[in-house]
């Protein structure tokens, strides 16, 4: 059974559950359903603890908003497909926003918006892997948390970086 350990952080937009393991984050949720269906499993052998202090300090750092970068080391499990996708959500810089077609086109599957799309609504440590600032041609698209928690988070970083911060 694999060591899980399970923590929270109190953001402006509501309550983080992140659960990692000694490989780095695995998931971060907005409440605790998600991780707590991850426990059921029986694959995990749970422990709640203080996050790690520079990984509070990093969302301490975005949601006062200052542009980030994390750090915070990832345990990402999908499949390859998904993985390639996460991968360009978080070349997407702070602040902007990218269509989930031209992240298809950035992977070298121009053809693939909706698998994208798919993908990034399996992005397991929203925040941290930037899934929100992908947005559809038309609108907003969606979001696992909610569409008011998306916008709150492109609003959050668009006063950042009008205040002039360099990532």
């Avoid at 440590?125 to 988070?153: E, N, T």
């Amino acid at each position: 059974m694999e060591k899980l350990y399970t923590g929270t952080f109190d953001s402006p937009v509501g309550r983080l559950c992140l659960a990692w393991t000694g490989r780095g984050l695995l998931r971060l949720d907005f409440g605790p359903q998600r991780i707590e269906r991850l426990l059921g499993g029986g694959a995990f052998a749970a422990e709640d603890r203080e996050l790690p202090p520079e990984w509070d300090g990093e969302l301490r750092r975005y949601f006062g908003g200052e542009p980030m970068r994390f750090t915070i080391p990832l345990d990402l499990r999908g499949t390859a497909f998904e993985r390639e996708v996460w991968a360009a959500l978080q070349t997407i810089p702070y602040g902007r926003t990218q269509t989930y077609a031209k992240v298809a086109a950035q992977i070298g599957r121009p053809g693939a918006a909706r698998a994208v799309g798919g993908a990034n609504g399996k992005n397991p440590v929203s925040v941290v892997v930037p899934c929100h600032r992908v947005v559809a041609a038309d609108s907003l698209g969606g979001y696992g948390a909610g569409i008011g928690i998306k916008r709150a988070l492109l609003d959050l970083e668009a006063r950042g970086a009008a205040e002039g911060y360099v990532v």
